[in-house]
């Protein structure tokens, strides 16, 4: 059953930005904490972003300053705010709980020129 659906995913120019959007299912949307990972070919998954339940943020050092995380909670929705995108940023992004279910599909970021 699925969990989290991702969507929002693209091909972007380098300096580009996306805007990605993660809705729950009702029964896992309480989860204290909820994060957006990225996987690029040949490496291993990757935190990005982290959203609690009472709002508050932490981000990787690699996408301080660039990426956003957000929540609308009566959509039951996260969103993944994404500027000034650089190739490296190519993966594809899930969402997940803390602690984790089952992974999803994912949406395909690709930044190329």
């Known amino acids: 059953q699925v969990q989290f659906v991702e969507s929002g995913g693209g091909l972007v120019q380098p300096g580009g930005s996306l805007r990605l959007s993660c809705t729950a299912a009702?029964?896992?949307?309480?989860?204290?904490?909820i994060n957006w990972y990225r996987q690029a070919p040949g490496k291993q998954r990757e935190l990005v972003a982290v959203?609690?339940?009472?709002?508050?943020?932490n981000y990787a050092d690699s996408v301080k300053g660039r990426f956003t995380i957000s929540r609308d909670n009566p959509r039951r929705t996260v969103y993944l705010q994404m500027n000034s995108l650089k190739p490296e940023d190519t993966a594809v992004y899930y969402c997940?709980?803390?602690?984790?279910?089952?992974w999803g599909q994912g949406t395909q970021v690709t930044v190329s020129s």
């Open positions: 997940n709980r803390e602690p984790p279910l089952p």
């Open positions: 009702l029964n896992v949307f309480s989860a204290y904490v």
């Open positions: 959203i609690a339940r009472d709002g508050s943020t």
